[in-house]
């Protein structure tokens, strides 16, 4: 069972960044593919961006591209979103995903593992 749990969410105006961050309790994610995925109140949850095991390969939801990034750390214990050039359509409940086979995709179903999700919320 792995626990994933993120931080970083808040409020933040039109243009801003905010960075967030998933961690597992105890153990590292290098063996996971990882995803962050997003969601609406009333909207299905819509995938945001990917990364690999090694080599970080990545991959992001078009409207994402060139603004989003994801990332791991060195010693591969967390992941992290950068979000820059935010916008109001950005706000969502965001949540990190864990899975330990399938390939750099956005299929949700794959995913085994998620986290609880933090508030992102953009005003114009």
């Known amino acids: 069972q792995v626990q994933l749990v993120e931080s970083g969410g808040g409020l933040v105006q039109a243009g801003g960044s905010l960075r967030l961050s998933c961690a597992a309790s105890?153990?590292?994610?290098?063996?996971?593919?990882m995803g962050w995925f997003r969601q609406v109140p009333g909207k299905e949850r819509e995938f945001v961006a990917a990364?690999?095991?090694?080599?970080?390969?990545?991959y992001y939801l078009a409207s994402v591209k060139g603004r989003f990034t994801i990332s791991r750390d060195n010693a591969r214990t967390t992941v992290s979103l950068q979000m820059n050039s935010l916008r109001p359509e950005d706000t969502a409940v965001y949540s990190c995903?864990?899975?330990?086979?399938?390939?750099?995709?956005?299929?949700?179903?794959?995913?085994?593992?998620w986290g609880q999700g933090t508030q992102v919320t953009v005003s114009s």
């Open positions: 990364i690999s095991r090694i080599p970080d390969s990545t």
């Open positions: 995903a864990a899975k330990g086979s399938g390939g750099l995709n956005s299929r949700i179903e794959e995913y085994d593992y």
């Open positions: 105890g153990r590292t994610l290098s063996s996971y593919i």
